[in-house]
């Protein structure tokens, strides 16, 4: 019982999520300086849209575009497809702040449905949370490097921010001595892109 009142719970939550973003407002910028204005969301490395709500959704990889402008209700945030370092397949970023270091990441939802965490056999409750996965890219650079995430398990923040930012000493010396913090990496690339050069 308690099991199917979870997943009925999840399926209408993720069929009202569904229903949201596609009345959000966008902007998608095509690499031939075209654009088109309609209401969409981000799929993976596609934007889903449709010019009124009237019209039937289409789907436009990333590779084909310059960004994605999506108008939240309390934000508009850029959606850019940029390549990562060691890896084969660009993906689709949000962008964070951009500068000569520019910050981005990718946010995902999570769920563990509690189950069996009773020794395998009890019911302890469901709960979601979110996993932000950041990286950096130098004005020079053409690819992002992945710095952590949000998670606990992640590389050691103050071992790879020092190594990224060892050009800035003044800003190294904040991050070794804890006054600059993996939660504050806004205000880490800001404190370089205006003190550091």
């Not at 009142?5 to 009345?23: D, G, H, Y």
């Not at 690499?31 to 849209?49: C, E, H, P, R, S």
């Not at 060892?166 to 006054?179: A, G, M, T």
Request: charged letters at 25%; one cysteine or more; glycine letters at 8%.
């Amino acid at each position: 019982m308690n099991k199917k009142f979870v997943i009925l719970i999840l399926c209408l939550f993720t069929t009202l999520n569904v229903l949201l973003a596609q009345k959000t407002k966008a902007v998608i910028y095509f690499k031939n300086g075209d654009t088109i204005t309609g209401l969409g969301k981000i799929t993976g490395n596609y934007v889903k849209y449709r010019k009124n709500r009237k019209e039937k959704s289409s789907k436009l990889h990333f590779s084909k575009l310059e960004r994605v402008k999506i108008y939240y209700t309390d934000e508009i945030t850029n959606y850019v497809y940029l390549k990562v370092e060691n890896q084969a397949t660009p993906k689709v970023f949000e962008e964070v702040t951009v500068g000569d270091i520019s910050l981005y990441r990718i946010v995902s939802q999570s769920y563990n449905s509690g189950f069996g965490a009773m020794g395998g056999t009890g019911f302890s409750g469901g709960y979601s949370y979110t996993i932000k996965n950041f990286y950096l890219k130098r004005v020079e650079q053409d690819f992002v490097i992945h710095l952590g995430s949000n998670q606990l398990f992640t590389k050691n923040f103050k071992k790879a921010a020092s190594e990224f930012f060892k050009d800035c000493p003044k800003l190294v010396k904040l991050i070794q001595n804890r006054e600059l913090k993996k939660r504050g990496l806004i205000e880490i690339v800001e404190f370089y892109n205006h003190q550091c050069n």
